[in-house]
């Protein structure tokens, strides 16, 4: 019989039925020992230093209706709100003196030139303010080619644009008609064109998804030759029109669902970054520190203003909710040391596979 560890260790390539098979261990035994080989994949490939990436939820306001999100347009049980410039270039600075090294702006999806302009400008004052050391990366759904180039002249220079799902027939029926996931693959292609670091991912246990779903999603990043990945367990939102729908796996299984992915595409992928998010740290408390120690490497601790937490739930428990940005980073601090990893300040930690496609353009 084909155990884990023949299929991980005999150097060929994983084809479909390998990952599927990864994917599908549940004996503890197996489990850890994948866990156990992503993690030591990580370390001969790109090390075990932790960098953090300071998240800051600039708005709430979004054009979007997707179906599994708690911030989609037409949910009116929140108030909307949307930072200003001086708030969002506060947190930064916040973020800059913590030696976070870099920090992701995100928010609800907008397409207008106001905002295409508001964010240009945000990025400008960022790179003002800390004389350019501030790796940036934003997450601000899809756009127009030309402003991805604008925000990357700005200062941005990684993107994450998820594609939630690689199976169009799934994409669909978590997204309201005409939304459409070539749309997404070719935003994708933009900011690649543009020069960023392209992150994607998947949420892990939707409704109706497969274990051989979750396999195409992780060949998807391969084919794909992705920079960064960002994925964690769907974890439904009671004002959502998913919410009746059951999802896949109970919260335990979505949890080791979650790691799985995440130790298979460290397996696959090799070199790239990987978040341990905060999905995972929704369903166990431990559940970033876990994502480390499954191959993760980044960790992007919440750094958004405590007033504006609550309504920026884009999905039920998220934590750290009443938790303000001082004790996030100390709790975080002693969870790591806990587990034995160790922080890296003050540094980009930049994708090392972007820099090996690339040659390294910019400071990492
Ligand atoms: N507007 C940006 C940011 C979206 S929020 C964009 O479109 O990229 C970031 C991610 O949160 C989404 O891509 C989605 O994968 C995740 N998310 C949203 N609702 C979720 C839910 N119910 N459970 C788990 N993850 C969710």
């Known amino acids: 019989m084909t155990c884990s560890s023949d299929i991980v260790s005999d150097g060929k390539q994983l084809t479909h039925k390998d990952i599927c098979f990864l994917l599908g261990q549940t004996e503890p035994e197996a489990v850890n020992a994948l866990f156990k080989q992503a993690y030591q ?3 001969d490939q790109i090390g075990t230093d932790v960098f953090l990436r300071g998240l800051i939820e ?5 054009l979007r209706d997707c179906l ?15 930072m200003t410039k001086q708030e969002i270039v506060n947190s930064a600075l916040w973020i800059h003196q913590a030696g976070y090294g870099s920090l992701v ?4 999806e907008l397409r207008d030139p106001d905002f295409a302009d508001f964010i240009e400008d945000v990025l400008l004052e960022i790179k003002k303010l800390s004389g350019g050391s501030l790796g940036v990366t934003l997450s601000l759904g899809e756009q127009e080619k030309d402003v991805y180039a604008r925000w990357f002249e700005a200062g941005a220079h990684r993107y994450l644009l998820r594609i939630e799902s690689s199976n169009p027939k799934l994409f669909q029926q978590i997204h309201p008609p005409g939304y459409s996931l070539d749309d ?5 292609e933009y900011l690649r064109e543009t020069g960023y670091q392209v992150g994607t991912g998947v949420m892990i246990g939707l409704p109706g998804q497969t274990v051989e779903d979750l396999a195409s999603d992780i060949l998807f990043f391969k084919e794909k030759d992705i920079d960064m990945i960002g994925m964690g367990p769907y974890i439904p939102h009671h004002d959502s029109p998913m919410f009746s729908t059951p999802a896949t796996y109970e919260k335990k299984a ?5 790691l799985k992915m995440i130790a298979v595409t460290r397996i696959v992928l090799k070199d790239v970054n990987i978040a341990a998010t905060t999905a995972l740290q929704a369903l166990k408390s431990d559940g970033r520190e876990l994502g480390l120690k499954a191959g993760a490497n980044i960790i992007m601790p919440n750094v958004t203003d405590t007033k504006y937490r609550p309504a920026y739930q884009l999905y039920d428990n998220k ?3 009443d938790e303000n940005s001082e004790a996030c980073r100390n709790n975080l601090v002693l969870a790591l040391k806990k587990v034995g990893e160790s922080i890296v300040y003050n540094k980009w930690g930049d994708s090392k596979h972007f820099h090996k496609r690339c040659g390294l353009s910019k400071k990492s």
């Open 254 to 258: 979505s949890f080791e669902m979650g």
């Open 68 to 82: 599994y999100c708690g911030i989609r347009k037409s949910n009116p049980n929140f108030t909307r709100f949307s």
């Open 319 to 321: 934590p750290g909710i």
């Open 41 to 43: 994949v990580k370390r």
């Open 105 to 108: 702006l995100q928010g609800g």
């Open 58 to 62: 600039i708005g709430n306001v979004c």
């Open 184 to 188: 997404r693959i070719t935003c994708l």
